[in-house]
């Protein structure tokens, strides 16, 4: 069998130094097969952009890769230290949230699309130039040509997360790292990029793992789903399942708080309570201060994942429960 | 004067003197604010101990004495009229700082106040002010100041004088243009069609939004006002003699400069002090100004 | 008699700043002196011809026209170029220069003088009676001439053949030789040689030992040797540059580091760091300045006598001498410098001596004491220290001086409208005979100086001073300004301070320099190996 | 293009009051300051009636209203006037000194540039190591310490002590020049060179937290390329706009800073024209003072637009 093309074991960063420290991510183990697409979600500051800023080894400064490992088609790629770019280059590439802070505001984007290729690529200044036009002309772009020499603060933007796409692609990864990328666009925007990433997928055989708080997304592009909550996965397995049948009262959680435009009786019913303060974590399962299936021994175990059947896994000590109230209900 | 940056425009306060509270908090917390503070509280409290610390009079000359490197008996040397350098440098400590300090309230009053009215409500006083700053800030600070003091007559008074007329154009313009930013801001906006009054919305909106600028760049102001009557000193025009002062202690040292350098150069010793200690805070505020 | 319009000299203005020291070639007359302490490196040795010669002083040249100059490097510039009928020496006694000599008619009104021969302009054209004759007119009828009062006793001139002059004047003079000395009575030709007076300046034309190669006003300066001087041999330099240096402390590390051969207003300060570096020189010449404190007799405390004598008394002059000076200007006795004619080295003074300072205090309206100011001139390291030392020991007589220091023009604005109480100056002369520096210190009307804006008004000095004007009898003049120099003292408007020297300093290939006491230099005799 | 045609047309439309203001401003200010002309060139004892020639002479006999007038008239003329002690046109004047002031200006300008560059930068890369703290610290000196003496120390040490460059003056070649500038221009750059590191550390922290940073990152480029292409252009332009800012001040140190190097320029001649109260050169140089200023700051703007496309000329 094919290792999968990306696969990141027991990953924990931290935060800060002395008396001040925490674990922001801890213990993240999740993987995507070759040509697969994973969904990490959770709430803000559930610890699911460090992670992906991890896995590209782009942590901001005072945080620390403190564990884990990372393969990359089975080979070992670095999480901290002097060759982490290196390792990347041309096999994983990100995309950022925010398309207006994300792109350099002096630089005109075609010679930022271009970047990559003259200078990790090594194509020629022309070459390189050419390879920018096609890769915004892939990325939907209109009239590359104009655009190409426009600044960032002239384009609108739903382009200027296209021209994002194209430079995440300019150094040809396989991987594509998305942190939420449609966030901070408009609702019809948001559909038009998800359809150029799929496309993209299909067409050159990416692999990507891709970021958001949002399931409705993860459900149109995702095969695969990983649930983080306060540092921590708690639920995996293939996205239809997960959202159909949640095996953790997070997921459902989330599931009931989402806005469902298919049905618009529901309301939406947020979970009570907020995310523990990383300093001050919450003993036994993190959740259980907020969850209504909490048992006493909810607040003394140390819940981990393990696997409910199906490929999928729950770190709920009563995901039995939830998978029979879901069934019935 | 020399013109500072446009401070990173801090994260907008929002109706508040609790804020206030809690930004003089954080900077008490940050370690850059309180290295900066001690270093000034040490040199100020050595200003004001001088009668106490030192052991000759700051004037007290010895004809039998004069130029003498440093001893047991005169710790930093004495001058060309046999005064003790040490009891010089302290007491010079009481005249700047106190010149440091007061000259720049003036400005940082009047320059905030203006600053705001003129780009809170615009228009032809707005217009007619900026000319103004503009026209002043096109003078050579010297060649202003100068001319000022010439007027004015030196020393102390001749200082101030010139200080309040041209320093305060720094503030105004910085302050100007932080308030044209906060003006336009959503809830300030609302909090004005809200039917507070032009005042409330100034006072509590306006200035708590802006005047943390105005504290960042006293810092250094009080740094370029020990400069300046340093160069005036030099120029003739600063403390009249007597009275110590680093400024004057570094331009009469200047005929020196050849043979007994340590007469210029240790006055310049607190004055590079102050200068790091007032960018120290200046940094720490900052800091603590951002948003995180 | 006439009141003249003022006295005599001027340049305080820029005066330490500036240079000079002379040298005194003298072909064929007057013998340079033996002199200072600078003359080490100059003497034994044959003079070399040739070289340039770079001298670095404090301002730039702005005019050289002898009857409007004023600043001191102006003065000292013009000399070069134009010369008078007589000259100074280094040890200040007169001596023929471009005449052979002057006869004067027994009533003392009529003064005939023979011209040297052979004395050639620059252009090759000899000099004749016409051209001192439209001179020395020139400078008397100018009405704007800094100094053109000095010629007010001349009623008429004329020339007799081409080498005998002969001036009427309208009452005996006695200091009428020394007045014709003066810089401003420098011969230029008549006419200004057919030119206008600003393109004939542009361009001068003298009998001086250098001409100008080059010139910028007030920027840069170079003198070319004069072929045609009528002292054979001389110059011996063949050009002078004259760069501008400010600053002090830039003018002696150039002249240490070679960049310039003589620096000029060499400050006391550095004099002793000089002394210490082999290869360079230090000269101190003698002057014919005085540093003074003066007082206003307008203001009660100062006009009251007891007050001044007080103050005589309580100030240290060797502790000035020592410390504001290092050593560099003696300190003073009588107003005149000792360097002037009829200097009295006897003269009885008001030694410093606290005990009597205290008793004439007891003795005024004040004798608890008052406050006061000081007016000095800001930049001037020297006045400052002094005023310190002076507030210092006033202090002792409970006398609080509170030190203001102005900008030069201000500073003279200042106790020129007599808004000053006490202040510290030089008095400056141009001339060897006191008489011009008396009626400037001690005639209140005398030209508008009141008594060196002091208010001081004794008629009997006042007498004095005219009466030395008038007697030609130098025995007799002695007397008269021995007893002037008493009364003076004894009055105390002004307390003479310290009798300040020109100082320079010049890299020791360079030979034969010498100050002369007006402050100026002569450079034809100066040689470098 | 024509857009930036049309702003510095205005730009430079309502310099002319400003300018106008710094002249009538100088001029009144000159009226005011004690000190009489007359007496600066006749000296203290010339005769009144000399003194009154002479201020017929310099047109300083009218009340200061018709001098006044006088002034604005001949300035309206393009007429500066006479300088009192030079005797030659102020214009003459300054057309001589300006080169090596302008020079001087330009030299210490781009001083300030290149050495606050490379250390900003690197304080901002070592943040709160020694590094850093040291580069914030000792251009304090910088700061505390006045032109004067700092010109006085670096002619002891690096033209007395190691000849390496001039005592002063200003020498005859372009090299001469060159060489005779380094050291004033470094010592009037040191004055503000603080201050831009200040700023240029402080943009480039903030540039380093930009996403566009971890874009440049993310696409695989070098640490260096990142580092001058990305963060230093960025953080360059809040730095560019200070420079400008403080370009009057940069100017106005000249005055000291020419002095205590020996060098002709118009700080100079400025310092020596208030010392004599020669009006017409102290109202020509500051009037071109203030026209370098103005023209700077318009100059400075046009840059920074140039290097930030969102910045738009208005």
Redesign the interface.
Known sequence: MKPPALELRELAVEFGQGPGRFRAVEDVSVSVADGGTLGLVGESGCGKSITL?AV?G?L??GAQVASGRLLAGGSELPLAGKGV?AA???RV??V???PS???????RVGA?VA??PR??LGLSARRARDRALELLAMCGVPDPKRRAGA?P??LSGGTRQRV?IA??L??EPRILLCDEPTTALDVTIQAQILRLLQDLRERMGLTIVFVTHNLAVVGELCDELAVMYAGRVVETGATRQVLDRPRHPYTLGLLRSAVDLDAPVSEPQPIPGVLPDPLHRPAGCAFHPRCWLATPDCTVTDVRLEDVGAGRQSACLNHQHLADATRHG | MKLPAATPSAQPIAESAGRHRSIARRAFGSRTFVAGLCIVGCITMLAVLAPVISRYGPNQQNPFHTLEGPSAAHWLGTDDLGRDVWSRVLYAGRTDLFIGFAAVLFPLIFGTLLGIMVGYFGGRFDTFTMRLVDVIIAFPFFVLVIALVFIIGPGIRGIFIAIALTDWVVYTRIIRSQTLVVRELDWVAAARAGGLSHARVLRRHILPNTIPQAIVYVMSDIVYVLLAVVTLGYLGLGIQPPTPDWGSMISEGQSFLTTNLWLSTIPGVPIVLIGLGLSLCADGLTDVLRPP | MQDYPGPLSRRDLIRRTAIGAGLLALGPLAQACSSNSGSSASGSSTPKRGGTLSFGRSTGVFLFDPANAFADNDVYTCDKIFESLYVTTPQGTLVPWLVLGHTVSSDGKTYTFTLRPGVKFSDGKPLTADDVVFTVMRCARDTAGPLSYLDVAIKSMHATGTQTVVIELTQPWAPFISDLSCFCNAIIPKNFNGQEPKAFFKEPIGTGPFVVKQWTPGTSLTLARNPVYWQRGKPYLDEIQFPIIADQNQRIIQLKSGTIDIAGSVPGAAVSGLKSDSSVTVGIFPSWDVDLLLMNEKLPMFADLHVRRAIAHAIDRKAISAAATFGTAPPAGSFFPPSVQFYDPHAPVLEYNLAAAKSELSQSHFPHGFSTSLLIPSGNDQYASTAQIIQSELQKLNIRVAIQSLDDAAYHQEFQTFHHEMFLNWSVNDITDPDDMCTFQCVPKGGGSYSYYTNYNNPKAINLVRLGEITQNTAQRARIYAQLQALVSADAPYIPLDYPPYSYAWRNNVHGFKGIPSGTYRLESVWMD | MSDTWRYVGTRLLHAIPVVFGVTVATFLLLHLIPGDPARQLVGLHASPAAVATVNRRLGLDGSLLSQFRDFLSRLLHGDTGTSFFYGVSTRSLIVSRLPVTAALVALAALFCVVITLPLAIIAAVQ?DRLTDHAIRVIPLVGLGMPAFWIGILFILIFSVKLPWFPVGGWGISYSDHLRALILPALTAALGIIPLLIRSLRAGALDV?????I??????????G?VLF??VT??AL?PTVALLGLNIAYLIGSTVIVERVFDLNGLGSLLLEAVGNRDFPVVEGVTLVFAVAVVLVNLGTDLVTAQ????IRLR
Do not use: C, Y
């Open positions: 800023r590209m782009l901001p400064s770019r990347r280059r041309r590439a990100m950022f949230q925010d802070s994300g792109l350099n505001p002096v630089m930022q970047e990559a200078t990790v600044f603060h002239q994002m430079i995440a300019s150094s | 943040k380093f937290n930009a996403d566009f971890a874009t440049a990152r993310a696409k695989g480029l070098r640490e390329r292409l990305h252009r960025n332009i290097l930030d496309p969102r």
